[in-house]
């Protein structure tokens, strides 16, 4: 069933011949109203031209009203024209919207090195149909990704919209994501931005597939006041709610991924530490392939966590695989074939509590297979 938009939003895409599968791959998010806005991009250092754009948009502190999408071409490692290029597709899309082309982000997605083919840009954004709702967006914004990923939450009246893409190069700071949250309720942008921080650190930042952080990658959210106020702790909940369950679809989306992998820790000194032990599990590809093989080896699970720099004594630590106690202070003895008929699931969970205190995190990831090697191994050829 096809996904609505919070009130003033539209979006729509069309195919412009930028994906060499010939699907939608040129995509429009716009607000009728100025909207205040979010933004968390990628750490990488050869971070694209559309992340140094954002960043300096960002600072300005003004509102946007667009955003524009090109999927299949990364415009990324491409000098001085990848830069030109960028600025040249938010102007048209700023053309084609009658705005200012400083009221448009830009984003990319797709293959690195390669120029940007701004004729075709030039030549689709007249070819898109606005609608009051999100799966076009949704579609045109993959790469490698099996479905589109949309999630929504209503708070108190008004409206919050998730669209996302991601399957693989994903790792924390940031990931091979794009993020899009849109909401019509009202809120202050420095209210916005500062809770924004920790949803991404608290979501987002939790996804890992394959351990790489990618060059574009942006999670940002508008809101654009249209439904009016409503009390900001619900709001920040359900923006939360909606990033969380967007994170998860592209940990389940990972490239040749069976499953979904969640990891709990508690009972960590800090909040930050317990992310930090969740991620590094997540993270594990010895972890991931018995993941893979339905082999609940929880010594592997363990030593991601001493790996993790987070601060416990073993002989406190417990360890839960699919809610089958697997060790405490020391191992346990549990039924091995029923535990890994117990992984045969799309979701497999793992709960680690380390008995140092009340910090407790999520981190979400899949299992390592044979059509991750594959993807990668041919991704250009």
């Not at 693989?168 to 949250?181: C, K, R, V, W, Y």
């Not at 989306?253 to 969740?278: C, F, I, N, P, Y």
């Not at 979701?347 to 509590?353: G, I, Q, R, S, Y």
Request: proline fraction near 5%; include cysteine.
């Amino acid at each position: 069933m096809a996904v609505r938009l919070p009130r003033g939003f539209r979006a729509g895409a069309t195919r412009a011949g930028i994906k060499p599968s010939g699907k939608p791959d040129l995509a429009l998010l716009v607000s009728g109203l100025p909207a205040q806005w979010a933004y968390a991009a990628t750490q990488n250092r050869a971070a694209a031209p559309s992340i140094h754009r954002g960043r300096g948009l960002y600072a300005t502190g003004a509102p946007l009203r667009a955003v524009v999408v090109n999927a299949g071409n990364a415009n990324c490692a491409t000098g001085e024209r990848g830069f030109r290029d960028d600025a040249r597709m938010a102007e048209l899309a700023a053309f084609r919207l009658g705005l200012a082309p400083e009221e448009v982000l830009t984003a990319s997605t797709g293959v690195i090195g390669v120029p940007l083919p701004v004729e075709r840009i030039a030549a689709g954004l007249p070819q898109i149909e606005l609608t009051p709702y999100a799966d076009p967006f949704a579609e045109a914004i993959l790469t490698t990704d099996l479905v589109p990923k949309v999630a929504e939450a209503e708070v108190a009246g008004a409206r919050v919209v998730g669209i996302a893409k991601g399957s693989g190069m994903i790792h924390p700071n940031m990931a091979t994501m794009l993020a899009f949250l849109v909401t019509d309720a009202w809120v202050p942008q420095e209210a916005l931005r500062e809770a924004w921080r920790g949803i991404v650190d608290r979501t987002f930042n939790q996804v890992t597939v394959d351990g790489d952080t990618s060059t574009n990658d942006l999670a940002l959210v508008l809101a654009n006041g249209a439904y009016g106020e409503v009390p900001l702790d619900a709001l920040f909940q359900a923006l939360e709610g909606v990033a969380r369950e967007l994170a998860k679809k592209i940990a389940r989306d990972g490239e040749g991924a069976s499953k979904l992998l969640v990891v709990r820790v508690m009972g960590a000194a800090t909040e930050r530490e317990a992310r930090q032990a969740a991620r590094a599990v997540a993270g594990s590809l010895l972890w991931k392939s018995a993941l893979y093989g339905n082999d609940p080896n929880w010594g592997r699970i363990l030593a991601a966590l001493g790996n993790s720099g987070a601060r416990f004594d073993p002989l406190r630590v417990r360890i839960h695989l699919q809610g089958i106690p697997l060790y405490a202070g020391g191992v346990l003895p549990f039924d091995r074939e029923a535990a890994s008929q117990a992984m045969r699931a799309e979701v497999v969970e793992v709960l680690a509590d380390l008995g140092e205190g009340e910090g407790a995190a999520e981190a979400y990831g899949c299992d390592l297979t044979e059509g991750y090697v594959r993807i990668n191994a041919l991704y250009t050829t």
